[in-house]
């Protein structure tokens, strides 16, 4: 059961780490890069709302929008594709919780980048997205690995939008926050003990990695 | 050369994503009878599916949650097969909530007990009266009427016994039974109501008292299918049988 | 004939930049105090600045021109862009910071700017590990790189000590030397423009004011009171340099052939007699071509073969009863001649 959820666990926040990083980024270059300030005013609704949003009532959003009888769920439905109880909607509820701290990370970082530097790269002849890909992203790459982590670290942690909108499945969705929920409430100890065990050793290597990032990002400044 | 190996990277990310997520959408056609059930049904049931998949080669999917919120769930799209919530409040809310319920009845039953960690002289021969008011006992730990059903019955059995206001005091109020049971076991209470079976797993001796049976409506656990198909039919056929039974009996329940 | 034409307005706020002039082949200072849109001007000549209205045009090409509305992005303008600060690509190497604008089609050869600008033992090496002036050095071979029609350079020596600026200017005038690529240089230094530019404009309040000959300057900043004396020399034997036909006595010997050498103001004495007995290293016979006067002391420009200012106390000047076009003799010793080191 302990080494179940632990591989499922990882199975799933790896998932929702891969899921993230591309509108992370759709985020952060809006955020830091558009014109547009009611793009820029939406970008910061949208990755702060889930910070502040209690995981439940995330997960009962994602319930609502696609179960079959939702908006999103009940199109998917049609197409043959369900999603509420399964371990892609595990996926979608740690990717969503996780999410603004990615993106947060993501931004702050490529806004910490020297605007200068940009300028000259474009002076040197590289078009804007050269000059995003090549500039922008390398000096934050530090930045970016550490928000890319912290966001995988919550995402291993996430409990309460899973239960209500992935439910406690062996197997699907019983990753080792919601297995140490189960634990608790049938009263094995045993199990317990090991879970909160991994639980404790994840959470450790993510700082440590994360540590790690954050010094060899000082070095390269 | 920078440029080529972080489009290699981001190419082979999005794939291996792509590829992840698909794999899970197919997962779904392993699920054969989908079970949403009351997380104290979880040995019990767990034991059962291992038993009837050996003999049916019939996949079981188990979801467990608190059964007030398994029935929200249901009443806002999520669609199992099986549902056994305990006690019959989460199937009165499913059933207002307008919810196609092919059938039902009763699966098994469960008892109250009031249990403490104290030693306290000559339990056995003690009531639960005698054992509510001991000056031993200083803080019961109950589950919220509210929000759970064993809160509901403890109550009723209170009530009953018409000493609600003399141990008004005593009372901690947890979110469910099984917290009121840690409250207990971390030494937050000395004593507390709960079900018969939440202490199969206890290394510790606890002393338990059964409470009569006059003193609080049965707890049942209704056993609620909410879709058909032949699989379906084959497990309440299994579930309704004596191996199944016999599970649920040594795990502390009783039979209806 | 004109190079580039600017003829541009843009409002701001509280700010506004409106300029109108030619820029010809060389190197053209734009002179100005801080706050008087010079950085403004190079952004928008550069492309990251859009102007409200006007043209700009260079070598006959429009790069922006609000009537046709044509507005050419800064990577297809061609225009090289060295900052106050180097501002090298962190986590490349010296080598990849230098490639990184160079096409390969370009007809300026990569190796020659390395060996120009003497970065053979660079090239390895990150930004973090080597000295500002070096950064500097690297950001202008950089530019130079990218083959750009025309370098605009925003106080490239502000940030640099006093070694490291008489080194980069040394390279500046070597590359121009080499490949005549028109600079505009933009600074608030009058030593600086002094040596290194031909021609300067000045900006006051976002409008162009004067078209002016570099040594001019010394009459438009009345607080300037520390001047360097900055001239470009030939080394003669290793401690006689050649300025014009004059020979500079220094006080160590040195090995580079062409070099870059500063005189401070302060350390130059001015005498109105006309012989050449006193004994020190460095005594020249000319003439005063102009007197400034300031309100803590009075700057003289003296004509010997070379210009050179010196800096002189109200009280002497009185005593010495000095005037315009005066016979003069200039004195100032060897060991105040800094020599850029590179």
Redesign the interface.
């Known amino acids: 059961m302990v080494i179940e959820s632990l591989i499922l666990t990882l199975?799933i926040a790896?998932?929702a780490t891969?899921?993230n990083?591309?509108i992370s980024f759709l985020c952060a270059v809006i955020a830091t890069r558009s014109n547009n300030e009611t793009a820029k005013f939406l970008i910061d609704i949208i990755v702060s709302l889930p910070l502040v949003l209690p995981p439940v009532v995330l997960g009962?959003f994602l319930?609502?929008t696609f179960?079959?009888?939702?908006l999103i769920?009940g199109m998917l439905d049609a197409l043959g594709?369900?999603i509420?109880?399964?371990?892609?909607a595990a996926?979608l509820a740690c990717a969503l919780v996780s999410f603004p701290l990615m993106s947060r990370a993501f931004i702050i970082s490529i806004q910490s980048v020297?605007k200068?530097?940009e300028?000259?790269?474009?002076?040197?002849?590289?078009?804007?997205i050269?000059?995003f890909?090549?500039?922008t992203?390398?000096?934050s790459?530090f930045g970016i690995s550490g928000g890319i982590l912290l966001g995988f670290a919550r995402a291993l942690g996430e409990f309460g939008a899973t239960?209500?909108f992935a439910?406690?499945?062996?197997g699907?969705?019983r990753t080792i926050p919601l297995a140490i929920f189960?634990s608790?409430?049938?009263?094995?100890?045993q199990n317990l003990t090991l879970l909160i065990l991994c639980s404790v050793i994840l959470g450790i290597l993510s700082v440590s990695i994360n540590n790690i990032l954050i010094q060899r990002s000082k070095k390269?400044? | 050369m920078i440029k080529t190996r972080f489009t290699l990277i981001i190419l082979t990310l999005a794939i291996v994503t792509v590829l992840l997520t698909l794999s899970s959408f197919f997962s779904k056609e392993d699920k054969k009878v989908f079970i949403f059930a009351a997380v104290s049904l979880t040995e019990p049931l767990e034991e059962i599916k291992d038993i009837f998949y050996q003999q049916n080669n019939i996949s079981i999917i188990l979801n467990f949650g608190g059964s007030q919120t398994l029935a929200a769930q249901i009443s806002r799209g999520a669609s199992p097969d099986i549902f056994i919530p305990a006690g019959m409040s989460p199937y009165k809310f499913i059933k207002e909530k307008d919810i196609k319920i092919y059938s039902d009845n009763v699966l098994i039953s469960n008892k109250l007990i009031f249990v403490s960690n104290q030693s306290i002289n000559n339990w056995e021969n003690l009531n639960v009266e005698e054992l509510l008011t001991s000056a031993k006992i200083n803080r019961i730990a109950i589950a919220d009427p509210e929000l759970a059903p064993a809160g509901q019955y403890s109550f009723q059995v209170l009530d009953n016994m018409k000493l609600l206001t003399k141990i008004e005091d005593k009372i901690i109020k947890t979110k469910n039974v099984r917290d009121a049971v840690n409250y207990m076991r971390l030494g937050l209470a000395e004593g507390v109501f709960a079900y018969n079976t939440d202490f199969n797993d206890y290394q510790q001796n606890f002393n338990k008292k059964l409470i009569s049976e006059e003193l609080y409506n049965k707890v049942q656990y209704p056993l609620i299918i909410l879709n058909n198909s032949k699989d379906i039919n084959e497990f309440l056929y299994f579930l309704n049988g004596s191996i199944a039974k016999d599970i649920f009996i040594k795990y502390g329940f009783s039979n209806p | 004939m004109s190079l580039i034409n600017i003829n541009i307005k843009k409002y701001y706020n509280n700010f506004g930049l409106t300029c109108d002039f030619s820029i010809s082949n060389g190197i053209t200072g734009i002179f100005g105090p801080s706050g008087s849109g010079k950085s403004t001007l190079l952004n928008a000549l550069a492309g990251f600045i859009k102007p409200d209205l006007g043209q700009i045009s260079i070598q006959s090409q429009s790069f922006f021109d609000s009537n046709k509305k044509i507005n050419i992005p800064p990577d297809k303008r061609n225009i090289g862009y060295v900052t106050q600060k180097a501002n090298l690509f962190p986590s490349m190497s010296v080598d990849e910071n230098i490639n990184y604008g160079y096409k390969k089609q370009n007809k300026i050869k990569l190796n020659r700017i390395i060996d120009i600008m003497n970065l053979n033992n660079l090239m390895e090496k990150l930004p973090g590990e080597i000295s500002g002036g070096q950064s500097q050095k690297v950001a202008i071979a950089r530019a130079l790189a990218s083959n750009p029609s025309v370098i605009l350079m925003d106080e490239p020596l502000s940030e640099l000590d006093l070694n490291s600026k008489l080194m980069i200017l040394d390279y500046l005038k070597k590359i121009h030397i080499e490949y005549k690529i028109p600079i505009i240089y933009v600074s608030h230094d009058i030593a600086e423009m002094i040596a290194i530019c031909d021609n300067v404009f000045l900006i006051n309040r976002g409008s162009i004011t004067k078209n002016i000959s570099p040594t001019e300057l010394i009459y438009e900043n009345s607080n300037e009171s520390d001047f360097q004396n900055i001239y470009s020399v030939v080394l003669d034997n290793e401690k006689n340099l050649k300025l014009n036909n004059q020979t500079i006595q220094i006080n160590e010997p040195v090995e580079n052939n062409h070099l870059t050498i500063m005189i401070p103001s302060s350390s130059v004495m001015v005498a109105n007699i006309e012989n050449n007995f006193l004994l020190s290293d460095n005594v020249f016979d000319g003439i005063l071509k102009n007197i400034v006067e300031f309100d803590s002391h009075i700057k003289l420009v003296c004509d010997v073969g070379f210009e050179i200012i010196a800096d002189i106390s109200k009280e002497y000047y009185q005593k010495s009863n000095m005037k315009l076009n005066d016979k003069i003799c200039v004195i100032f010793k060897s060991i105040s001649v800094v020599i850029s080191k590179s």
């Open positions: 199975e790896i998932i891969f899921i990083i591309p009962y319930l609502i179960s079959p009888s939702g769920g594709f369900e509420v109880f399964t371990k892609f996926v020297n200068d530097l300028k000259i790269a474009r002076s040197l002849g590289s078009s804007n050269n000059t890909f090549t500039i992203i390398r000096e790459k239960i209500i439910g406690n499945i062996e699907v969705s189960q608790i409430q049938t009263g094995d100890d390269n400044k």
